[in-house]
């Protein structure tokens, strides 16, 4: 009886492979449901319904009926190429040979000897230690015509978290979605892969994530994040099977440094590469505050140019960005500036915003606080307008701004990196007031070897800024000495400064460093002097130009036009104008031309930004400055 039941099964089944056009298909290791999908044309839940079975999960050379619903023709196999993802480290044992490891690995001989070519001209021998790459299959027919289906955006959701939800990198979601804007909106309607819902990956907030750029490889994550690869393999299992891909999402440790990302990348000039020539509209936000300057009166308005801050920073800014719109016209870039005076009132600002259609503009620079920062940018998130902050640190990273000054903690973290990366031996002081006793407990978590000395206390028990000779003299010895000093108190800065000043001899060097250079350093009681002997490092969101002697074309074009030298928020108003204008002219728009693998340089100022994942875009490039001969120059090992 089993008999006839199993012969009329096979009859059904052959009746029906014929009338609908099925086939068969062994599948092979490593194969998933979802490439076998993709390989074939047709939708997973294509494949459960014909192979329930499927869904406990596969096994090698388990055979699945294919439905023929897609386009190519399936008596042709797709062509297949191999990629190279990584390497597995293998200790020849007794009787191994090159054919049994080829066996064993999956590999030709050939692709083993390619990436050990000694074996070119020796044999194999026991207790050699050799490399097996690891590939992965690539298919050359990548159309998902029939495994996509429309996926509405949720609130929150960027590019990269719709990518993590169903298993796929950033490129291969904007090349499903080709009209695709740089920031997503609620309710807009996406392609993307036709996965089964219980197989989306959720976003936990407990855990941090990262889009893998170009050619990152675990080495460089590691030194990156802090992360290594076994984390990285048991936070997201594909890495096993997969290996890392460009623009991958991949799950991190909650505390890993997503956010101090300090590389050495080479500065690129895009003056040598403008694609996008279109003219550029530009809005500038700046509180002028001309309804209180009496503007009949030369006197007046002199006085206001002098004691108001905002009138006086805001004309040297504006009068910088003038000057990048030129350079950038002898470029071939138009432009189209439209300045606003938000008058520093919240008020006149959503007046600004109420009474302008800003879906028109490329880029909109300020304000320049940070509340009425943060009002212009939220309401110009909807429109993925990006907003760029000149001066101020944003208190909200929305995902249109660009926060154009690096962060404390990234320039913390730069000046530590630059110090790790001096092999001369040294030896490492921290000295600081109880304020700050944080950041000294943070150095000396970098460098366990590093003595920390506090200030002095009085008899009551309250901080009295000061530190005796004493205290340093088991400290500093002879040969080099790095002393990092922190604190904000200028007495307290003028006490160490003094006292390590008077310490230096032929025998010992005493370099001094902070991570934060306040104007405790740059007070009365302290001496330049004492400074450039002690070779004072710093990290700065900016380098030093000496603008009266400056042959820069910037700095003779300002003093051309004004008769004056430019001072820090003019050379800034041009640095940030002339990248921003560069960066539109590089590419389609300004998210696009900000990969963190690009950095651009200018008169004083450097920008490379990158992408938080839950946010906007920072600055990460940092300088590393120190006191030499009486000025300030860059500091480079």
Same mark, same amino acid.
């Given at each position: 009886?089993?008999?006839?039941?199993?012969?009329?099964?096979?009859?059904?089944?052959?009746?029906?492979?014929?009338?609908?056009?099925?086939?068969?298909h062994k599948?092979?290791?490593?194969?998933?449901?979802?490439?076998?999908?993709?390989?074939?044309?047709?939708t997973?839940?294509?494949?459960?319904?014909?192979? $329930?079975d499927?869904k406990?999960?596969?096994? $090698?050379?388990?055979?699945?009926?294919?439905p023929?619903i897609?386009?190519?023709?399936?008596?042709?196999?797709?062509?297949?190429t191999?990629?190279?993802?990584?390497?597995?480290?293998?200790?020849?044992s007794?009787?191994e040979?090159?054919?049994?490891?080829?066996?064993?690995?999956?590999?030709t001989?050939?692709?083993?000897?390619?990436?050990?070519?000694?074996?070119y001209s020796?044999?194999?021998?026991?207790g050699?230690?050799?490399?097996i $790459?690891?590939? @992965?299959t690539?298919?050359?027919?990548?159309?998902?015509e029939?495994?996509?289906k429309?996926?509405?955006?949720?609130?929150?959701?960027?590019?990269?978290?719709?990518?993590?939800?169903?298993? /796929?990198?950033?490129?291969?979601?904007?090349a499903?979605?080709?009209?695709?804007?740089?920031?997503?909106?609620?309710?807009?309607? #996406? *392609?993307?892969?036709?996965?089964?819902?219980?197989k989306?990956k959720?976003?936990?907030?407990?855990?941090?994530?990262y889009?893998?750029?170009?050619?990152?490889?675990?080495?460089a994550?590691?030194?990156?994040?802090?992360?290594?690869?076994e984390q990285l393999?048991? #936070?997201?299992?594909?890495?096993?099977?997969?290996?890392l891909?460009l623009?991958? %999402?991949?799950?991190?440790?909650g505390?890993?440094?997503?956010?101090?990302?300090?590389n050495?990348v080479?500065?690129?000039?895009l003056t040598?590469?403008l694609?996008?020539?279109?003219?550029?509209?530009?809005?500038?936000?700046?509180?002028f505050k001309?309804?209180?300057?009496d503007?009949d009166s030369?006197?007046?308005?002199?006085?206001a140019?002098?004691?108001?801050?905002?009138?006086s920073?805001?004309?040297?800014?504006?009068?910088?960005?003038?000057?990048? #719109?030129?350079?950038?016209?002898?470029l071939?870039?138009?432009?189209?500036?439209?300045?606003?005076?938000?008058?520093n009132?919240?008020?006149e600002?959503?007046?600004?915003?109420?009474?302008?259609?800003?879906?028109r503009?490329?880029a909109?620079?300020?304000?320049?606080?940070?509340e *009425?920062?943060d009002?212009?940018?939220?309401?110009?998130?909807?429109?993925?307008i990006?907003?760029l902050?000149?001066?101020?640190?944003?208190k909200?990273?929305?995902?249109n701004?660009?926060?154009?000054?690096?962060?404390?903690?990234?320039?913390?973290?730069? /000046?530590i990196?630059?110090v790790?990366?001096d092999?001369?031996?040294?030896?490492?002081?921290?000295v600081?007031?109880?304020?700050?006793?944080a950041?000294?407990d943070?150095?000396k978590?970098?460098?366990?070897? =590093? @003595?920390? %000395?506090?200030?002095r206390?009085?008899?009551?028990?309250q901080? =009295?800024?000061?530190?005796?000779?004493?205290?340093?003299?088991?400290?500093?010895?002879?040969? &080099?000495?790095?002393?990092?000093l922190e604190?904000k108190n200028?007495?307290?800065?003028?006490?160490?400064?003094?006292?390590?000043?008077?310490?230096?001899?032929?025998?010992n060097?005493i370099?001094?460093?902070?991570?934060?250079k306040n104007?405790a350093f740059?007070?009365?009681?302290?001496?330049?002097?004492?400074?450039?002997?002690?070779?004072?490092?710093?990290?700065?969101?900016? &380098?030093?130009?000496?603008?009266?002697?400056?042959?820069?074309?910037?700095? &003779?074009?300002?003093r051309?036009?004004?008769?004056?030298?430019?001072?820090?928020?003019?050379?800034?108003g041009?640095d940030?104008t002339?990248?921003?204008?560069?960066?539109?002219s590089?590419?389609?728009?300004?998210?696009?031309?900000?990969?963190?693998?690009?950095?651009?340089?200018?008169v004083?100022?450097?920008?490379?930004?990158?992408?938080?994942?839950?946010?906007?875009?920072y600055n990460e =490039?940092?300088y590393?400055v120190?006191?030499?001969?009486m000025?300030?120059?860059?500091a480079?090992?």
């Open positions: 009886m089993k008999k006839i039941i199993a012969i009329i099964v096979l009859l059904f089944f052959g009746f029906v492979a014929f009338a609908q056009e099925y086939r068969t599948v092979k290791k490593e194969e998933t449901i979802e490439s076998i999908a993709k390989k074939y044309k047709v997973p839940f294509d494949l459960y319904a014909l192979n $329930p499927a406990k999960g596969l096994k $090698p050379d388990t055979v699945l009926i294919i023929k897609g386009k190519i023709d399936v008596d042709v196999e797709p062509e297949e191999k990629e190279l993802i990584g390497f597995k480290k293998h200790r020849v007794r009787k040979t090159l054919y049994s490891l080829s066996k064993e690995y999956n590999v001989i050939d692709e083993i000897k390619k990436h050990n070519k000694r074996l020796e044999n194999l021998r026991k050699d230690k050799i490399e $790459p690891r590939y @992965k690539v298919e050359s027919v990548v159309s998902l029939n495994t996509i429309k996926y509405k955006v949720q609130p929150k959701e960027g590019k990269w978290r719709v990518a993590y939800k169903f298993g /796929i990198t950033v490129p291969e979601l904007e499903l979605n080709p009209n695709m804007d740089a920031v997503l909106q609620p309710g807009q309607q #996406l *392609n993307v892969p036709n996965i089964e819902p219980s989306e959720l976003v936990e907030e407990s855990f941090n994530y889009t893998v750029l170009k050619s990152e490889g675990y080495m994550l590691n030194r990156k994040l802090g992360v290594t690869q393999e048991a #936070l997201n299992p594909e890495l096993k099977v997969d290996g891909k623009g991958m %999402v991949i799950k991190i440790p505390d890993a440094r997503t956010t101090l990302l300090v050495n080479p500065s690129t000039d040598k590469n694609k996008n020539l279109k003219p550029k509209n530009i809005a500038l936000m700046l509180p001309t309804n209180k300057i503007v030369i006197e007046a308005t002199k006085k140019i002098r004691t108001d801050g905002f009138l920073v805001s004309l040297d800014f504006h009068a910088g960005v003038l000057m990048a #719109l030129d350079s950038a016209k002898q071939g870039i138009s432009t189209n500036l439209k300045v606003f005076d938000t008058k009132q919240s008020s600002i959503s007046k600004i915003l109420r009474e302008n259609d800003f879906t503009y490329d909109v620079i300020g304000p320049l606080l940070t *009425n920062f009002a212009v940018a939220s309401a110009l998130k909807t429109d993925s990006p907003v902050s000149p001066l101020t640190m944003p909200n990273l929305y995902g701004v660009f926060q154009t000054i690096p962060s404390n903690e990234l320039l913390e973290q730069t /000046i990196n630059y790790k990366s092999s001369l031996s040294r030896r490492m002081i921290i600081s007031d109880s304020k700050n006793k950041i000294s943070r150095l978590t970098e460098f366990p070897e =590093a @003595k920390q %000395v506090f200030s206390k009085n008899k009551e028990g901080e =009295a800024y000061f530190i005796y000779q004493t205290d340093l003299l088991n400290a500093i010895g002879k040969g &080099r000495n790095i002393v990092f604190t200028e007495g307290f800065a003028s006490n160490v400064i003094s006292m390590i000043n008077g310490m230096t001899t032929d025998n060097e370099i001094l460093m902070t991570t934060n104007k740059e007070g009365k009681e302290i001496s330049n002097y004492h400074l450039s002997n002690l070779k004072f490092h710093y990290p700065s969101p900016n &380098r030093t130009t000496d603008v009266s002697t400056a042959s820069n074309a910037f700095v &003779r074009a300002y051309r036009i004004y008769n004056v030298s430019p001072n820090k928020y003019g050379v800034r041009f940030l002339f990248d921003l204008l560069l960066r539109l590089y590419g389609e728009n300004l998210y696009k031309s900000s990969p963190n693998t690009l950095e651009t340089e200018y004083e100022n450097k920008f490379r930004y990158s992408k938080k994942p839950f946010g906007g875009y =490039a940092v590393i120190k006191y030499d001969n000025t300030i120059i860059e480079k090992l």
